[in-house]
């Protein structure tokens, strides 16, 4: 179908569906569309403001929606954070965004990469994200680089990530924020010009504020933004010294209930699970952490989610634990992984055969 949109106004697209601009000017948090298909996955929503009257053609799949409203959906105070970044004068600059679940921490930074990305510049983002990851499989810490804009952090590659093997904060403090810090100090290496940190969306109690104050510490960044709708970050603001950019969520949020948060990980699952298969792994040929986890009778339809890896920290995707031969001592593990890791790390995330979530 196609969709006529006048200048001034926004379409908000629910997927999943693609999106291509016929005529006139669009952009998607700050990129300015070219005569190209973007993709809006089942579940997610994209914004797209109309500069000059426009033409779209669309395809919707199922359950998917369209929504026009005045104006743009991207608060003012966004245009406000990126000024405050780019006055910090030493590189690179290390941004950390905060706030509650449902505020669309994942649509700022792709916002921030897009107006970051001024002529040559490179934008490193570090998704700590662990239960809704957009660069890498749920349940771990990753990141990418753009060199140019994009539509959505799935957009960008993954070049490291770090297993946590949780999907929850709650669960994991501790491996969170090792993650986070191993994989800044490493992309740090390729001499970005900024550095966007995507966090979790626990910020509230005592506990979620001395967590993400202690992230906050360990990341040392040089800036802060924190998207509110009360005063849920007051008390991790006065926790810190380092300058807070305080922002609204933008105006085309789209509610996520527990049920769509786990959709959206499972998705993640079968994307990097894909033609996976059974691979067997010696014992003796692998380094199992911690090995104590390595179960006693282990059934495929009850699987274990590993982290796999290759030589020093090198990431080289997930796996799911279906058999465990003790008389051979050979682990069956689930993978699209060719080359033979050398170290196994076990999570916390049980998988039946379809990667669906057991409780």
């Not at 106004?9 to 693609?18: M, R, Y």
């Not at 005063?231 to 991790?236: P, S, V």
């Not at 199992?288 to 590993?306: D, F, R, Y």
Request: proline share 5%; net charge positive; aromatic share 6%.
């Amino acid at each position: 179908m196609q969709q006529t949109i006048e200048s001034n106004k926004t379409l908000l697209v629910d997927g999943p569906a693609s999106v291509r601009l016929v005529s006139g000017r669009a952009e998607v948090f700050g990129y300015q569309m070219r005569e190209k298909q973007i993709i809006v996955r089942q579940s997610k929503r994209l914004p797209f403001y109309v500069t000059e009257k426009s033409a779209f053609e669309i395809q919707m799949g199922a359950n998917a929606a369209l929504q026009e409203v005045e104006g743009s959906t991207i608060p003012q105070s966004w245009n406000e954070a990126v000024q405050t970044i780019s006055e910090v004068k030493s590189k690179p600059v290390i941004v950390v965004v905060v706030g509650q679940s449902n505020l669309g921490k994942s649509s700022l930074c792709t916002y921030l990469v897009n107006r970051l990305l001024d002529g040559k510049k490179r934008v490193a983002v570090l998704d700590g994200d662990i239960g809704q990851s957009d660069i890498g499989p749920s349940a771990t810490v990753g990141y990418g680089i753009a060199s140019r804009p994009i539509t959505k952090l799935t957009n960008l590659r993954l070049i490291n990530a770090f297993f946590v093997g949780n999907t929850s904060p709650i669960k994991a403090i501790a491996k969170v924020i090792e993650g986070l810090t191993t994989m800044k100090t490493e992309l740090l290496a390729r001499q970005p010009d900024f550095v966007v940190v995507n966090t979790d969306g626990w910020v509230s109690g005592e506990l979620g504020t001395q967590y993400k104050t202690a992230l906050i510490n360990q990341l040392k960044p040089d800036v802060v933004v924190g998207i509110k709708v009360a005063d849920e970050l007051a008390t991790l603001v006065a926790n810190i010294e380092i300058p807070v950019v305080l922002v609204e969520p933008s105006a085309s949020l789209s509610e996520r209930s527990l049920e769509k948060r786990k959709s959206l990980r499972e998705m993640t699952y079968i994307r990097y699970l894909q033609h996976s298969k059974l691979q067997c792994y010696p014992i003796s040929q692998l380094r199992v952490e911690p090995k104590s986890a390595i179960p006693i009778n282990q059934t495929p339809e009850k699987g274990i989610l590993v982290g796999l890896y290759g030589q020093g920290n090198k990431f080289l995707g997930i796996g799911v634990l279906r058999y465990v031969n003790r008389v051979r001592k050979v682990l069956k593990v689930q993978t699209p992984i060719v080359s033979k890791p050398t170290r196994l790390v076990f999570g916390k995330v049980a998988l039946d055969e379809k990667c669906q979530e057991l409780d």
